[in-house]
C-alpha cells in the first residue's frame, strides 16, 4: 500500500520568472539548496515537455523549479498560454515573480555594468520599464510576487525556505520603513501609517540637524503624550493583525511609516517599533529611505 501512495503523490513544478535584476538566479539556488531539481533559461517550447516529465510516475524528482525570462525574446509572449496548458494529474504548479523598483533595478546593473538584456543600446531605465510592460501578463498569473527591492539575498532565500520548503513558516520577515511623504509614499508598502500629527522636532533648534535615531530626537518625540497613546494603538493592532497574516502563508510585509521628510518622527517610530516587534519574536528589519536627503524645512 505504501509503494502505491508513492507513486501516486503529488509532485511539484515552480515556473520563476520576473524581471532582469530582481533576484531569479539566487531564487533558482534557494531552491536547488530545497533539493528541486533545477533548469535555468528553459526554451518556452520544451516547458510542456519538462512538466510531463516531472507528473511522470517514474520520474527521479518530486519537486522542480524552472526560470524563464527576458532571455527568450520574443517567444515570450507565449509564456502565458503555454504556463495556462500545464496543468498535469498529480502535479502541482506554482508561478513565482520576482521584481524590484525602477531605482532598485537601475542601481543594480549600475553596480554590476551589465547592459539590460533587451538591448545593448536601450538606456537601463527604458529597458527596465519595456520589460515591465512585457512581463505584466505573467505577474498577474502569479501566486506569489516577491519584491525584492529592499532585500538581500539572506532574505530572498530564507523567504524562499519559508514558503517552499515544505514546512509551515512560524515566522516572516517584517520591514519597518520610515520615509517622507514628500518625496512620494512607498509602493510596495502593505501597511501605511502616516505621524505628521505628532509636534515636529524640526521646530527645535537643537534638533533640526540631527534624526530620529538620535537619543534627544527619540526622547522628543516618544515624551510627547499622542505619541505615547500612537505606539500603544498601533502595537495593538500589529500584534492583532500579524498572527493572521502568518495564517494567510504571508511571509514578509512591510509596514511603512511617514512624517513630512522621513528624517525626524517616522525615524524614531520606526526604530520603536522594530525594537517592540523583534521583542515579540517577529524577525525585523528597519529601513530609513529618506533619511539621508537634504533636511529642508518641515521634515
Not at 553596480?111 to 510592460?133: A, C
Request: some cysteine; charged content about 25%.
Amino acid at each position: 500500500m505504501k509503494k502505491a501512495h508513492a507513486r501516486t503523490a503529488t509532485r511539484r513544478l515552480v515556473v520563476i520568472t520576473g524581471l532582469s535584476g530582481s533576484g531569479k538566479g539566487s531564487a533558482l539556488k534557494a531552491f536547488e539548496d530545497l533539493g528541486y531539481y533545477c533548469v535555468d533559461n528553459l526554451p518556452i517550447g520544451l516547458i510542456p515537455k519538462f512538466a510531463d516529465m516531472c507528473a511522470a510516475p517514474g520520474s527521479h524528482s518530486s519537486r522542480s523549479a524552472v526560470v524563464v525570462d527576458i532571455r527568450e525574446g520574443e517567444a515570450l509572449s507565449q509564456l502565458p498560454v503555454t504556463y495556462q496548458h500545464l496543468g498535469r494529474p498529480r502535479l502541482k504548479l506554482s508561478l513565482v515573480f520576482l521584481e524590484a523598483s525602477d531605482e532598485a533595478l537601475i542601481q543594480r546593473f549600475e553596480e554590476t555594468r551589465r547592459p539590460h538584456p533587451l538591448g545593448r543600446n536601450l538606456p537601463v531605465r527604458e529597458g527596465v520599464r519595456l520589460e515591465r510592460s512585457l512581463l505584466k501578463p505573467m505577474r498577474q498569473l502569479a501566486d506569489a510576487v516577491i519584491d525584492t527591492s529592499r532585500m538581500n539575498v539572506h532574505e530572498l532565500r530564507q523567504l524562499i525556505q519559508d514558503r517552499f520548503g515544505g514546512r509551515r513558516s512560524k515566522t516572516m520577515l517584517i520591514s519597518v520603513l520610515s520615509f517622507g511623504f514628500k518625496h512620494g509614499v512607498p509602493q510596495d508598502a502593505d501597511l501605511v501609517f502616516d505621524v505628521r500629527f505628532l509636534p515636529n522636532p524640526n521646530y527645535v533648534s537643537d534638533l533640526r540637524d540631527k534624526s530620529g535615531c538620535d537619543p534627544e530626537v527619540k526622547q522628543y518625540v516618544e515624551s510627547q503624550p499622542q505619541t505615547r497613546e500612537f505606539i500603544t494603538r498601533l502595537s495593538d493592532l500589529l500584534f492583532f493583525l500579524l498572527p493572521h497574516y502568518l495564517r494567510e502563508g504571508k511571509s514578509y510585509l512591510t509596514i511603512a511609516i511617514g512624517c513630512t521628510g522621513g528624517r525626524h518622527r517616522s525615524v524614531a517610530l520606526a526604530e520603536r517599533m522594530g525594537s517592540t516587534l523583534e521583542e515579540e519574536g517577529y524577525k525585523i528589519k528597519v529601513v530609513h529611505r529618506d533619511l539621508h536627503r537634504s533636511n529642508a524645512a518641515g521634515v
